[in-house]
């Protein structure tokens, strides 16, 4: 029986850096599904959109302040085609191209990439492809319109269909009423040929707009609002439509597969929700070096020429002096609120105590959303600490080639959410077939891979407080006390067992990168994801 071919939305995808199309996770994602379906050939194109300004690029203000500064790309590495169609947003002509990215190219599946940045759109319509998640909300209306609508007439143009249409997350909502108008209002011919992934544990981050406002823009094709509402609810929430008009949807860990299961156990009509645990892809990700490497003594030798690698990276751009002999902890992904990137500087005294005997040394990372004005705090109170604390040095704009740096270069990859916020998460994974040893809160895809003194650490262990550790319910314990249990928790391992493993016992040290390395080679692989997606969500079997 021939596989299905699949149409793979997403609203951002990591592919190159020279294609800056992506602002963290969901690309990073992104980038690792279509690699994988790529070297395994899997009949799979992605649609997504060319952003003309994409995320945004990091700049120093001042030495403690950090802003966003939008930088065009002129579409370089993407082919021009021929292929475009012109569609109705608030009632407005919005003519759509697509550029093209060839598999070859990066070593990917084929990627279509749309664009509303075209000389015959008015400057609000060529808005709708400039910055990724714009916080204007007609804008973001109109981003995912170009998504989902546009990118269903593209593949009307390139031809056949294919068999199954893949939403990653909700943004692509629109294409769901495009096949509900061809298939003349059978839900159930919509949902035959559609799944959907859910990326959000916590039913505030699940996208809602008026529907009203929706109806208004031409969201919903020619379903009227009536029909719209009663599948995506008031106000119109992406997930409960797209829960309702698919055959399957998938959390992306186990533990977010539960909780995604009870937010949305009352949803009447709604489609079964699985778990497949999100991975990343490794041979894109891995130093090649450490493959197959199993020799103690070469594993410490290669990390120490990773971190070096690293350290003059950050010598360029900090003026600071890593040192390749001390052990080197790295925080990097998305400056947000429930990633506690500043948790570790609770207690200053506590904390400067192992950095001025060079104990440990950290290194920071990570882009907030330009709307994120918390985020933005974040970042600025890390840049701030580096100034007053020794060992401490903060990179900017947090892109594909310094992930890999930094992901290499690592000695302990530090990771902590506030339990269970976490979807997933990525990075990690990534970090860790690289030798570097997880040290992470109980959540995401670490409840799978982390697993405590055999590859990694981790703090606030369930058990050590009931409440903190629950999944299914709100933690009864106030914020500042589930902060305090895990910095407790995450500051005696730092100082009982990992430094004293690191610098006393290079062997058991060596053991952990390699258990961390085999773990996440023979798991956590796009590879095994891509497999998975075909099997459980794909065919129907």
Same mark, same amino acid.
């Given at each position: 029986m021939?596989l299905?071919?699949?149409?793979?939305?997403s609203?951002e995808?990591?592919i190159?850096?020279s294609i800056p199309?992506y602002?963290?996770g969901l690309? $990073?994602?992104?980038?690792?599904?279509l690699r994988?379906?790529?070297e395994?050939e899997?009949?799979?194109?992605?649609?997504?959109?060319?952003?003309s300004?994409g995320?945004?690029?990091?700049?120093?203000t001042?030495?403690?302040?950090? =802003?966003?500064d939008?930088?065009?790309w002129d579409g370089a590495?993407?082919?021009e085609?021929?292929?475009?169609?012109v569609?109705r947003?608030?009632?407005?002509?919005?003519?759509?191209?697509?550029?093209y &990215?060839p598999?070859n190219?990066?070593g990917?599946?084929?990627?279509y990439f749309l664009?509303?940045n075209?000389?015959?759109?008015?400057p609000e319509?060529?808005?709708?492809t400039?910055?990724?998640?714009?916080?204007?909300?007609?804008?973001?209306?109109?981003?995912?319109?170009?998504l989902?609508?546009?990118?269903?007439?593209?593949?009307?143009?390139?031809?056949?269909?294919?068999d199954v249409?893949?939403?990653n997350?909700?943004?692509?909502?629109p294409l769901?009423?495009?096949?509900?108008?061809a298939?003349?209002? !059978?839900?159930?011919?919509?949902?035959?040929?559609?799944? $959907?992934?859910t990326?959000?544990? *916590?039913?505030?981050?699940?996208?809602?707009?008026?529907?009203?406002?929706?109806a208004q823009a031409?969201?919903f094709?020619?379903?009227?609002?009536?029909?719209?509402?009663? &599948?995506?609810g008031?106000?119109f929430?992406?997930?409960?439509?797209?829960?309702r008009?698919?055959?399957i949807?998938?959390?992306?860990?186990l *533990?977010?597969g539960k909780?995604?299961?009870?937010?949305?156990g009352?949803? =009447?009509?709604?489609?079964p929700?699985i778990?497949?645990? /999100?991975?990343? /892809?490794?041979?894109?990700?891995?130093?090649?070096r450490?493959?197959?490497e199993?020799?103690?003594?070469?594993?410490?030798?290669l990390?120490?020429?990773?971190?070096q690698?690293?350290?003059?990276l950050?010598?360029?751009?900090t003026?600071?002096?890593?040192d390749?002999d001390?052990?080197?902890?790295v925080?990097?992904r998305?400056f947000?609120?429930?990633k506690r990137?500043?948790?570790?500087?609770?207690?200053l005294?506590?904390l400067?105590?192992?950095? %001025?005997?060079?104990q440990?040394? &950290?290194?920071?990372?990570g882009?907030?959303?330009?709307?994120?004005?918390r985020g933005?705090?974040l970042? /600025?109170?890390?840049?701030?600490?580096?100034?007053t604390?020794p060992n401490?040095?903060v990179?900017?704009?947090? %892109?594909l080639?310094l992930s890999k740096?930094?992901?290499?270069?690592a !000695?302990?990859w530090?990771n902590?959410?506030?339990?269970?916020l976490e979807a997933s998460?990525?990075s990690?994974?990534s970090?860790?077939?690289?030798?570097?040893?997880?040290f992470s809160?109980y !959540?995401?895809?670490?409840?799978?891979?982390? $697993?405590?003194?055999?590859?990694?650490?981790?703090i606030?262990?369930p058990?050590?407080?009931?409440?903190?550790n629950?999944?299914s319910?709100s933690?009864t314990?106030?914020r500042?006390?589930?902060d305090?249990?895990d910095?407790?928790?995450?500051?005696?391992i730092?100082?009982t067992e990992?430094?004293p493993?690191?610098?006393q016992h290079p062997?058991?040290?060596?053991? &952990?990168?390699?258990?961390?390395?085999?773990?996440?080679?023979?798991y956590?692989h796009? =590879?095994?994801?891509?497999?998975?997606?075909? /099997?459980r969500?794909?065919?129907i079997?």
């Amino acid at each position: 029986m021939a596989l299905p071919h699949v149409a793979y939305f997403s609203m951002e995808v990591a592919i190159d850096q020279s294609i800056p199309t992506y602002a963290g996770g969901l690309g $990073f994602l992104a980038g690792s599904h279509l690699r994988s379906a790529w070297e395994m050939e899997m009949p799979l194109i992605g649609i997504s959109i060319f952003w003309s300004e994409g995320y945004g690029q990091q700049r120093l203000t001042s030495a403690t302040t950090a =802003d966003i500064d939008f930088k065009i790309w002129d579409g370089a590495g993407l082919e021009e085609t021929d292929l475009s169609t012109v569609i109705r947003i608030f009632d407005q002509p919005v003519h759509v191209k697509a550029y093209y &990215l060839p598999p070859n190219r990066f070593g990917s599946a084929p990627i279509y990439f749309l664009s509303t940045n075209l000389p015959e759109n008015p400057p609000e319509v060529r808005r709708f492809t400039q910055k990724l998640y714009d916080s204007d909300e007609r804008t973001r209306i109109g981003q995912e319109m170009v998504l989902g609508i546009g990118g269903y007439h593209i593949l009307q143009k390139i031809g056949p269909l294919p068999d199954v249409y893949h939403l990653n997350e909700g943004h692509s909502v629109p294409l769901l009423f495009q096949l509900l108008a061809a298939a003349g209002g !059978d839900l159930g011919a919509v949902r035959e040929q559609c799944v $959907f992934t859910t990326h959000t544990p *916590i039913a505030a981050g699940n996208e809602t707009h008026d529907g009203q406002l929706l109806a208004q823009a031409g969201y919903f094709g020619p379903t009227s609002e009536a029909t719209a509402i009663a &599948l995506g609810g008031s106000p119109f929430s992406l997930t409960a439509a797209a829960l309702r008009m698919c055959r399957i949807a998938n959390g992306v860990s186990l *533990i977010h597969g539960k909780i995604a299961n009870e937010l949305w156990g009352k949803l =009447d009509n709604r489609c079964p929700i699985i778990a497949i645990t /999100n991975s990343v /892809n490794l041979h894109y990700w891995q130093d090649s070096r450490l493959r197959g490497e199993s020799d103690p003594h070469r594993l410490l030798s290669l990390k120490r020429d990773m971190k070096q690698a690293l350290f003059q990276l950050v010598r360029q751009e900090t003026g600071k002096q890593p040192d390749p002999d001390v052990l080197t902890i790295v925080w990097a992904r998305r400056f947000t609120e429930y990633k506690r990137p500043t948790l570790i500087f609770r207690d200053l005294a506590r904390l400067s105590r192992l950095l %001025e005997a060079s104990q440990i040394q &950290l290194i920071f990372a990570g882009r907030f959303h330009p709307g994120d004005v918390r985020g933005r705090q974040l970042f /600025n109170q890390v840049l701030e600490y580096s100034q007053t604390l020794p060992n401490i040095a903060v990179l900017l704009n947090y %892109e594909l080639n310094l992930s890999k740096l930094l992901k290499r270069g690592a !000695d302990v990859w530090l990771n902590t959410p506030l339990r269970p916020l976490e979807a997933s998460g990525t990075s990690g994974m990534s970090a860790s077939m690289n030798g570097a040893v997880h040290f992470s809160t109980y !959540d995401g895809w670490a409840v799978e891979g982390t $697993f405590h003194h055999i590859n990694g650490y981790i703090i606030n262990q369930p058990g050590h407080c009931e409440s903190c550790n629950r999944i299914s319910e709100s933690p009864t314990c106030p914020r500042d006390e589930r902060d305090q249990q895990d910095y407790e928790s995450m500051m005696t391992i730092l100082e009982t067992e990992i430094i004293p493993t690191y610098y006393q016992h290079p062997a058991r040290w060596s053991a &952990l990168m390699a258990q961390s390395i085999h773990n996440s080679e023979i798991y956590f692989h796009s =590879d095994r994801m891509m497999l998975e997606y075909f /099997n459980r969500m794909y065919r129907i079997l």
